[in-house]
């Protein structure tokens, strides 16, 4: 039986899919959670009261909600795989030769000389505007995800304000000192500390926060961070295998949101518009998947808890795309041989960021399993008949049929008859007879109602 909301720690569930959040910022697995541990330690030094250091928790593990929304203009702009420019803009620094240096080393790499210098020259001209729009799609989603998650101002704020700096010069609103909220203060320097400790160790690290203070961090949470740093017992903590248990365990007690089965919805919905924002080309999918997921499930009769656990599941099945660079998903072309491996990987990825999360576990092997089919042609496992469940081979229906039936970068999204036509031709092969048959029932039924082109 699918798992039930019952006594689940929200912050063991929200922080094992901060692992996805990692992923699109091209982080090391973990990062959120290190950065939170980091940041606990400092706010609890600052004497921040126990309603605040809540707000503090989530605002950490939950900063990089927005980060995704970007990634598809990132890539459009400098010509770049997104993944490996957010993990480098990091470790970057703010002088201008550095900066400059990064421009020159990430943009159009891999393009012609033409469109690179034309990208170069556009980067030159606009780059504050560039950096200005990146920085406030970031902002401006990261909080809308919070605020849907049912967060007060406290978390969602200080996921907008996360790129503000103590001198005046960060982003979004270019808010100074104690102007920033302390939330934000406290989870920018956490970040920059986790970052340089994971790329270069513990002094690293230090060093790195302590040439920032003044600048873009908070002098007071600095001094807090180099005391909470004089214990071997912190970076012990920060560099053991089982951060991930201590920090869950480190939230500080609040009833104001209950686990309930309406909340695991919101969050499986949360989590889907994090993956769709990723590339104009997957706006809405899953939503859509969920949705022709559901009504499959209906004309087959599935009971009401089951269809309500397979939308979830149908919501997350692509979670793992987070970890794919927008230069292959957006492609307009054949994917290389190396481009296609990493595509696929978005499958397993999919089944070990649900894996970690409790009461979504049993939805990870069809987040794993989505792309295999009956013929065992599929992929990650190659799964043949019986071995694929009947919930995944539902999930493989809609997912197929609507990327048949939406545009892609290749090509315009395909009439509904076109669509069902090349599906009946794998029916038995790829995809389950009965499941394409309970779709094509239900599409009938909608009778236009689906935004669906004829």
Not at 273 to 292: C, N
Not at 330 to 344: A, F, P, T, V, Y
Not at 369 to 392: K, M, N, S, V, W
Request: charged residues 25%.
């Amino acid at each position: 039986m699918p798992d039930r909301a019952q006594n689940i720690p929200l912050a063991a569930l929200l922080g094992a899919l901060s692992y996805a959040l990692d992923l699109t910022e091209g982080q090391p697995v973990g990062h959120c959670v290190r950065s939170t541990w980091i940041g606990m330690q400092v706010g609890r030094r600052m004497g921040l009261p126990e309603d605040q250091l809540w707000d503090l928790y989530y605002t950490i593990l939950l900063k990089d909600l927005g980060c995704s929304s970007n990634a598809a203009r990132i890539c459009e702009l400098y010509l770049s795989d997104d993944l490996a420019f957010k993990r480098d803009a990091k470790t970057m620094g703010s002088s201008l030769p550095k900066v400059l240096g990064f421009i020159l080393s990430h943009t159009g790499r891999r393009s012609a000389l033409g469109d690179r210098l034309r990208a170069l020259l556009n980067i030159m001209r606009e780059g504050e505007t560039i950096v200005d729009d990146l920085i406030q799609t970031r902002c401006h989603r990261g909080a809308a995800i919070a605020r849907s998650l049912r967060f007060p101002a406290g978390v969602s704020e200080g996921v907008h304000s996360l790129d503000e700096h103590w001198d005046g010069q960060g982003r979004p609103d270019r808010l100074a000192g104690t102007a920033i909220p302390i939330n934000a203060r406290i989870a920018l320097l956490a970040q920059v500390a986790d970052v340089f400790h994971s790329a270069a160790g513990r002094e690293a690290s230090l060093t790195e926060v302590r040439a920032r203070k003044g600048n873009w961090l908070d002098p007071e949470a600095v001094a807090c961070f180099e005391a909470a740093a004089a214990d071997p017992a912190f970076w012990a903590t920060l560099a053991s295998e089982g951060i991930a248990d201590v920090v869950f365990a480190l939230a500080p007690a609040r009833s104001t949101i209950t686990v309930d089965e309406d909340y695991l919805d919101d969050i499986a919905r949360a989590f889907a518009q994090i993956v769709d924002s990723k590339s104009p080309f997957t706006s809405g999918h899953s939503e859509r998947v969920a949705l022709y997921a559901d009504l499959i499930a209906a004309e087959m009769d599935y009971p009401p808890a089951r269809r309500r656990w397979l939308k979830r599941a149908a919501l997350l099945h692509d979670i793992g795309k987070l970890g794919v660079s927008n230069a292959i998903l957006d492609k307009n072309g054949k994917l290389d041989d190396e481009e296609w491996r990493q595509m696929r990987r978005h499958a397993a990825l999919s089944e070990e960021i649900l894996s970690r999360v409790p009461v979504f576990c049993e939805m990870a092997r069809i987040g794993g399993a989505h792309h295999e089919r009956l013929d065992g042609r599929g992929y990650p496992r190659g799964l043949r008949g019986d071995e694929i469940e009947e919930e995944t081979r539902i999930v493989s229906v809609a997912d197929v049929f609507d990327a048949l039936t939406a545009d892609r970068p290749y090509r315009a999204a395909m009439p509904v008859a076109k669509a069902f036509g090349i599906m009946r031709a794998d029916a038995g092969t790829a995809f389950d007879p009965a499941c394409l048959a309970a779709l094509e029932r239900a599409i009938q039924a909608s009778e236009g109602r689906l935004a669906l082109v004829a």
